[in-house]
Nanobody, 123 residues
Framework: QVQLVESGGGLVQAGGSLRLSCAAS????????MAWFRQAPGKERAFVAA????????AYADSVKGRFTISRDNAKNTVYLQMNSLKPEDTAVYYC????????????????WGQGTQVTVSS
């Protein structure tokens, strides 16, 4: 059974940067697409970014395009989310997720989750 463990969250000022990491274990990492979602207080969990199993395809929510970059290191079984030009509205718990296919599916098909890491952006 796959396990996902996020790290790298914290408190940062607006305009700053953070890099989140998600370490995966329990199955062949490169065979499956990975994604980041976030949930702000009082809001539903929302898609942020996704990457295919090979790393050759990525997708982003409009709200983070040009500021966030998703990447993966299949040798380290780790996916990353580089977040630049952070805004207070980026404050949320960020979750790593995976699915059962290599290509990026619809967001609803990501069904295995990590425990989340808190990101707080102060104004």
């Amino acid at each position: 059974q796959v396990q996902l463990v996020e790290s790298g969250g914290g408190l940062v000022q607006a305009g700053g940067s953070l890099r989140l990491s998600c370490a995966a274990s329990g199955r062949t990492f490169s065979s499956y697409a990975m994604a980041w979602f976030r949930q702000a207080p009082g809001k539903e969990r929302a898609f942020v970014a996704a990457i295919s199993g090979s790393g050759g395809s990525t997708a982003y929510a409009d709200s983070v395009k040009g500021r966030f970059t998703i990447s993966r290191d299949n040798a380290k079984n780790t996916v990353y989310l580089q977040m630049n030009s952070l805004k207070p509205e980026d404050t949320a718990v960020y979750y790593c997720a995976t699915t059962r296919v290599a290509a990026i599916p619809h967001a609803t098909f990501f069904n295995t989750w990590g425990q989340g890491t808190q990101v707080t952006v102060s104004s």
